[in-house]
T-cell receptor, first 107, second 114 residues
Framework: DAKTTQPTSMDCAEGRAANLPCNHS???????VYWYRQIHSQGPQYIIH???NNETNEMASLIITEDRKSSTLILPHATLRDTAVYYC????????FGAGTRLTVKP | SQTIHQWPATLVQPVGSPLSLECTVE??????LYWYRQAAGRGLQLLFY??????ISSEVPQNLSASRPQDRQFILSSKKLLLSDSGFYLC?????????????FGPGTRLTVL
């Protein structure tokens, strides 16, 4: 009953932009898109969230399509420390993380 | 700024023993508090959440219980641990407002039941 779908894994070269996609075709009009990441054996770390407009903070940018059925998290200059599992979450009432995307940043 | 603490960081307990995990939040008032469990290689499963002192909602029937004795303290307990209780336990907090409910997670407690 996952509300979002993400690729299982992705690789990215160090210093390059990492673009992580997420599909959330059942999103409702007032639901936010949240992104978190989890480095092995640590608690999930909040990255960014958005409703309609694109968002940017010190960690990443979030691009949401006009129909809001998908989004992309962008890490502009990936480092080795960005290697983690990235979770896209839509419905907090569901309060479950799906499988996420395992991003591996390679030197 | 807000911080969330969990202890202990790791715990090894025998089957049938009791459990008490503690979570405290600093720098905010009246937070929503959550307990999650993560099995190895899996996603997070919500166990309990609380919107105020003494108020606990259980999401999954199981061998565990939760209590909120103070505004910023959340405790996860068990009277008798099972092997299946092993996992990574995460506490989180949020403040409801402005239409968002961003959750912030603690460092977690890794529990191994032998």
């Amino acid at each position: 009953d996952a509300k979002t779908t993400q690729p299982t894994s992705m690789d990215c070269a160090e210093g390059r932009a990492a673009n992580l996609p997420c599909n959330h075709s059942t999103i409702s009009g007032n639901e936010y898109v949240y992104w978190y990441r989890q480095i092995h054996s640590q608690g999930p770390q909040y990255i960014i969230h958005g409703l309609k407009n694109n968002e940017t903070n010190e960690m990443a940018s979030l691009i949401i399509t006009e129909d809001r059925k998908s989004s992309t998290l962008i890490l502009p200059h990936a480092t080795l420390r960005d290697t983690a599992v990235y979770y896209c979450i839509v419905r907090w009432s569901d309060m479950r993380f799906g499988a996420g995307t395992r991003l591996t940043v390679k030197p | 700024s807000q911080t969330i603490h969990q202890w202990p960081a790791t715990l090894v307990q025998p089957v049938g023993s009791p459990l008490s995990l503690e979570c405290t939040v600093e720098g905010t008032s009246n937070p929503n508090l959550y307990w999650y469990r993560q099995a190895a290689g899996r996603g997070l499963q919500l166990l309990f959440y609380s919107v105020g002192i003494g108020q606990i909602s259980s999401e999954v029937p199981q061998n565990l219980s939760a209590s909120r004795p103070q505004d910023r303290q959340f405790i996860l307990s068990s009277k008798k641990l099972l092997l299946s209780d092993s996992g990574f336990y995460l506490c989180a907090w949020s403040i409801t407002g402005l239409g968002t409910d961003t959750q912030y997670f603690g460092p977690g407690t890794r529990l191994t039941v032998l």
